[in-house]
Nanobody, 124 residues
Framework: QVQLVESGGGLVQAGGSLRLSCAAS????????MGWFRQAPGKEREFVAT????????YYVDSVKGRFTISRDNAKNTVYLQLNSLKPEDTAVYYC?????????????????WGQGTQVTVSS
């Protein structure tokens, strides 16, 4: 059974940083694309970042460019999202997702596996 388990969320002041982790089990995601999405209260889930199977290619939503960094450690079957210069509008539940293709995607429907989410709350 494939599982994606996020961790690293929490409460942080504006301007602070967090590092989210997503550990995969049940299959290897080495060579496959991973992504992060988020859902703020009262809003639909939105794309945040994705990287390809080797980690050489990344893509971000405009609102997080220059502040967030997605990366992966294939040896640990883990993907990370470094969140810097956090803003109150970054408050959301952050979800990790995996797909069985090399190339990443911004579309939720392109992902086959999802984690349960981790809460990030940024206070002003």
């Amino acid at each position: 059974q494939v599982q994606l388990v996020e961790s690293g969320g929490g409460l942080v002041q504006a301007g602070g940083s967090l590092r989210l982790s997503c550990a995969a089990s049940g299959r290897t995601f080495s060579g496959y694309a991973m992504g992060w999405f988020r859902q703020a209260p009262g809003k639909e889930r939105e794309f945040v970042a994705t990287l390809n199977g080797s980690g050489s290619g990344t893509y971000y939503v405009d609102s997080v460019k220059g502040r967030f960094t997605i990366s992966r450690d294939n040896a640990k079957n883990t993907v990370y999202l470094q969140l810097n210069s956090l803003k109150p509008e970054d408050t959301a539940v952050y979800y990790c997702a995996g797909r069985t293709y090399y190339v990443g995607s911004v579309r939720e429907t392109d992902y086959d596996y999802w984690g349960q989410g981790t809460q990030v709350t940024v206070s002003s």
